[in-house]
């Protein structure tokens, strides 16, 4: 599948559709029901990336973090790597990835989301950084210091 092929796939409307009754089932905190409607979607239209994102994010926030990362692999494979679902598939994955502490692939992972134009991947490759934490730390007493008007040490 080209980049952009979903845009004009079969069913990508209704799959839409879906997948915005699905958001609001899990901004609700039905995550199973939310679950069942990302499902739908990708049945209405299974190359639509960001139903199988939604779907991971849903699975990942009810504690099912293997079965989020099939989604993501999905997600990431049908959009080419690029755009808004691969942004988001790969911060998804990256926090999979630290929460069974495998710190290097969601650093890797964290890079891709950055690249894609991610805050919170920038914000998230500084705190796994343990030099830039480091440097960070001691800027902020510094600066704490001169708010205070206290003298450098």
Do not use: W
């Not at 994010?57 to 504690?63: D, K, P």
């Not at 942004?87 to 630290?98: E, K, N, S, T």
């Amino acid at each position: 599948m080209k980049l952009k092929d979903h845009i004009n796939a079969p069913g990508i409307e209704e799959s839409r559709k879906l997948e915005k009754e699905g958001v609001i089932l899990a901004e609700s905190g039905e995550s199973d029901a939310s679950i069942r409607k990302f499902t739908e979607a990708i049945e209405k239209c299974p190359a639509n990336p960001s139903a199988f994102n939604n779907r991971a994010q849903a699975l990942r926030l009810a504690g099912k973090p293997d079965e989020a990362l099939a989604d993501l692999e999905q997600a990431i494979t049908l959009s080419n790597g690029t755009g808004k679902s691969a942004c988001q598939a790969f911060v998804q994955r990256a926090m999979i990835h630290r929460l069974h502490g495998e710190d290097d692939l969601a650093r890797a992972d964290f890079q891709k989301a950055s690249d894609l134009g991610s805050s919170f991947a920038k914000m998230q490759l500084v705190a796994l950084n343990p030099y830039a934490a480091m440097c960070n730390k001691m800027l902020s007493e510094v600066f704490n210091n001169l708010r205070q008007g206290k003298p450098e040490e």
